[in-house]
C-alpha cells in the first residue's frame, strides 16, 4: 500500500469513497483560480466522480495523491513525467482545501511527495510553475528546497488573461544514474 505519512498529513492515493470531501474542498475558486483549467469550477459531485475514476485504485505508479489530514481528503498533490529525454523530470503541483491553509501542510506534503520521487523512483529533478503571484506556492516551494530559475513572461493565459509563471526547480543530489533498462540505445552507442 503507497502511503507516506508526516507529522501534520499522510499522502496516500486517492479513494471512491474521497468524493464528498473532494467536492467540499475543491468546489472553490479560490483554490480553482492558482490551477490549470483541468481543475473545474465549480467542483461538481460528477467531476469528482469521473476524477477519482481515472486515478485508478492499485497497480502502476499512481501519479495522483491525495493529501489525507486526520482521515480526511484534504487537497493533492501529484506529477508529471517528462519523456524521451526529459523521462528523468518531472513536474509536481499541489493544492489544499482553503480550511487546511497555513498550518504547513502542504509543504510536509511536497516533502514527502519529493523524498519518495527522488529515493524511490530514481528522479533527477522535480520542477514546477506556479503563476508569479502565488507567493504562497512561490514560499512552499523554498520551503520544499525547490529554488527559482526563470521568471517565464506570459508563458499561460488563465481565465482568459495572459500570465507570467515561475519556474522553481529540485535536483536530486542522491541520483542513482541511468540503469541499463532505462537506457536501450548503450549496446549502439559503445558498439560505434
Ligand atoms: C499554495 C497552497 C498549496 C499552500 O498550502 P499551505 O498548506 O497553506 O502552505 P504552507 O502552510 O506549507 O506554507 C505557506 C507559506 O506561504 C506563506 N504565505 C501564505 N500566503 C502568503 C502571501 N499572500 N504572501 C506571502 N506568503 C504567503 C505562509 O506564511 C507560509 O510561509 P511560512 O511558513 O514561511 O510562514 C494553498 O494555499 C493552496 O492550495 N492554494 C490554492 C492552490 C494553489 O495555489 N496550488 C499551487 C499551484 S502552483
Known amino acids: ?35 490549470r483549467d483541468r481543475f473545474p469550477h465549480p467542483y461538481t ?5 469521473a476524477f477519482l475514476s481515472s486515478v485508478g485504485a ?20 501529484g506529477f508529471s513525467r517528462g519523456h524521451d529525454v526529459e523521462r528523468f523530470s518531472a513536474e509536481v503541483g499541489y493544492w489544499l482545501g482553503e480550511q487546511y491553509w497555513g498550518r504547513g501542510v502542504a509543504t510536509e506534503a ?47 493565459v488563465k481565465y482568459g488573461v495572459p500570465r507570467d509563471q515561475l519556474l522553481y526547480a529540485r535536483v536530486n543530489a542522491g541520483w542513482e544514474g541511468v540503469r541499463r533498462a532505462d537506457f536501450p540505445q548503450a549496446d549502439r552507442l559503445t558498439h560505434g
Request: with cysteine; hydrophobic share 45%.
Open 45 to 49: 459531485p460528477a467531476d469528482a466522480k
Open 110 to 156: 511536497l516533502l514527502l511527495v519529493t523524498g519518495w520521487l527522488f529515493e524511490r523512483h530514481n528522479l533527477l529533478r522535480l520542477f514546477a510553475l506556479p503563476f508569479a503571484d502565488n507567493l504562497a506556492s512561490a514560499r512552499v516551494l523554498e520551503k520544499a528546497g525547490y529554488t527559482r530559475e526563470a521568471l517565464l513572461r506570459s508563458s499561460c
Open 1 to 35: 500500500m503507497m502511503e507516506l505519512r508526516g507529522t501534520r498529513c499522510v499522502v496516500r492515493r486517492w479513494r471512491k469513497g474521497d468524493a464528498e470531501a473532494l467536492v467540499r474542498q475543491a468546489d472553490n475558486l479560490s483554490v480553482a483560480r492558482h490551477l
Open 58 to 77: 492499485n497497480g502502476h505508479v499512481p501519479e495522483n495523491l491525495a493529501i489525507d489530514v486526520d482521515g480526511q481528503a484534504a487537497g493533492g498533490v
